[in-house]
């Protein structure tokens, strides 16, 4: 069975439900405060272990992007990309398109539950 290999895929234990649905589920340094996604043991800013579950922002702007073009999946092209969450925390996944990308943009989280976990994904919510 091949494996997954789109880049928005999810395990069960990143992600947590919050008021306004599925988030991704990130670690607050109950010391310095940091964000991290995903959850870290130890805080990378202070070293601190004593990390609180924490629901990120569901949407941000997007960082940077590729279109990919060539490869094994049947589906090409696709686009992945960084987006920076509105609450700081960085985020790796794939985009919901592949046309008029541009950084900045602004772009939601979608989360949605699969077979084994859950699929993420940057949607584009402005045109460019
Ligand atoms: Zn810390």
Redesign the pocket.
């Known amino acids: 069975m091949a494996m997954d290999q789109r880049a928005g895929h999810l395990e069960p234990g990143h992600v947590i439900a919050g008021d306004a649905g599925l988030h991704l589920k990130g670690g607050a340094?109950a010391?310095?405060?940091?964000l991290a996604f995903p959850k870290p043991a130890i805080?990378s800013?202070?070293?601190?272990e004593d990390i609180a579950d924490a629901p990120l922002a569901g949407g941000g702007v997007l960082y940077a992007y590729s279109v990919i073009h060539v490869g094994r999946r049947p589906d090409l092209p696709y686009a992945v990309g960084y987006v920076d969450l509105a609450d700081g925390v960085r985020v790796f996944t794939e985009l919901t398109r592949t046309d008029g990308l541009c950084p900045d943009m602004k772009v939601a989280i979608e989360i949605s539950p699969e077979a084994e976990g859950y699929r993420f994904n940057a949607a584009p919510v402005e045109a460019v």
């Open positions: 340094c010391s310095c405060g940091a805080c800013g202070c070293l601190s």
